[in-house]
Nanobody, 125 residues
Framework: QVQMVESGGGLVQAGGSLRLSCVAS????????TGWFRQASGKEREFVAA????????RYGDSVKGRFTISRDNVKNAVYLQMNSLKPEDTAVYYC??????????????????WGQGTQVTVSA
């Protein structure tokens, strides 16, 4: 069983930056494909970023390309989402997710086995 715990959310002005962290317990993230998703109030959850469990393959949602970066620290067993040039429309609850041996940096929720509890990001205009 893998437990994912996010942190780093908060309130930031438009144009600012935040870094979300997701620490995995129970297993090592080096054998898990990982992703970030978000859900704004009243909307469906959407794909943000993903990283394959092997190699450097990453994928980003169109709305965050060039502004967000997903990374991983195997020593700390953590996954990060660096968010720059934030916009009010980035306001949402952000979730990290993982699945063992998931390659291809999958953008599909159904491919992920484990989910964190979410962390709120609010971007003010």
């Amino acid at each position: 069983q893998v437990q994912m715990v996010e942190s780093g959310g908060g309130l930031v002005q438009a144009g600012g930056s935040l870094r979300l962290s997701c620490v995995a317990s129970g297993r090592t993230v080096s054998t898990y494909g990982t992703g970030w998703f978000r859900q704004a109030s009243g909307k469906e959850r959407e794909f943000v970023a993903a990283r394959s469990y092997v190699g450097l393959s990453t994928r980003y949602g169109d709305s965050v390309k060039g502004r967000f970066t997903i990374s991983r620290d195997n020593v700390k067993n953590a996954v990060y989402l660096q968010m720059n040039s934030l916009k009010p429309e980035d306001t949402a609850v952000y979730y990290c997710a993982a699945a063992k041996f998931l390659g291809g940096a999958s953008p599909f929720e159904a491919d992920y086995e484990y989910w964190g509890q979410g962390t709120q990001v609010t971007v003010s205009a």
